[in-house]
């Protein structure tokens, strides 16, 4: 490729950058904010268990736009090297990448199935439906993916070559669960699970306003 083809290539990316990622970041940061604020204002949705995961997801969607999409959006529309900052740029952002991406996901599933045995009409399954559930079981996500994200600190340490804002895996066992297991897990099973689970409460809900 020649130099033109290159330079304009880089030109492209700094306009998407400041044109279309720091603005899509802002409104990101912004409804995140809101829909926290909203969750923890109201009584009612601090004892209602589908709206406590939504609470949690909307915590970890905002831990991940501060300690990981800010430095990316930055280093796209501004060229900022943020390895030259800190030297522990690639751990921190591995960390709060890994542990808030995967935990947005999973709570999201999560608040899916409780809205699943909610609308069901077996009370036994109803009783699944409640908020210390909801607490038990962020816990223990949370538990399982802070341990995650300190493996992806320990590997996901190097800067990539082509892009100064995005780490590479040291270890090739590593990026092989990364590239295979992660992002099979992330990208299939669990929106999986949520979409199946959504078309069962679907149905439940359709049923219940039936009977009424």
Not at 98 to 121: M, P
Not at 156 to 167: E, G, M, Y
Not at 182 to 192: A, H
């Amino acid at each position: 490729m020649n130099a033109e083809y290159i330079t304009s290539l880089y030109n492209a990316r700094l306009q998407f950058g400041r044109y279309v990622a720091i603005p899509m970041f802002f409104i990101g940061f912004i409804s995140e904010f809101l829909s926290i604020i909203v969750f923890l204002s109201l009584k009612t949705f601090r004892e209602n268990s589908c709206a406590f995961y939504l609470l949690c997801m909307s915590l970890f969607n905002f831990i991940r736009l501060i300690f990981s999409l800010s430095a990316v959006t930055t280093s796209m529309a501004f060229t900022i090297d943020w390895s030259s900052v800190t030297i522990y740029y690639c751990q921190i952002r591995s960390f709060f990448h890994s542990t808030c991406t995967f935990g947005a996901i999973i709570i999201l599933c999560l608040a899916v199935i409780d809205q699943y045995f909610a609308t069901c009409t077996r009370v036994r399954w109803q009783r699944w439906s409640n908020i210390k559930v909801a607490h038990y079981l962020t816990l223990i996500v949370s538990i399982i993916l802070t341990a995650q994200g300190v493996l992806y600190s320990i590997y996901f340490r190097q800067i990539s070559p082509v892009n100064t804002a995005i780490c590479i895996s040291v270890n090739h066992d590593f990026l092989l669960y990364h590239t295979y297991g992660y992002f099979l897990v992330l990208g299939n099973l669990f929106p999986l699970i949520a979409v199946i689970f959504g078309i069962m409460a679907y149905r439940n809900a359709r049923t219940l306003t039936t009977r009424v």
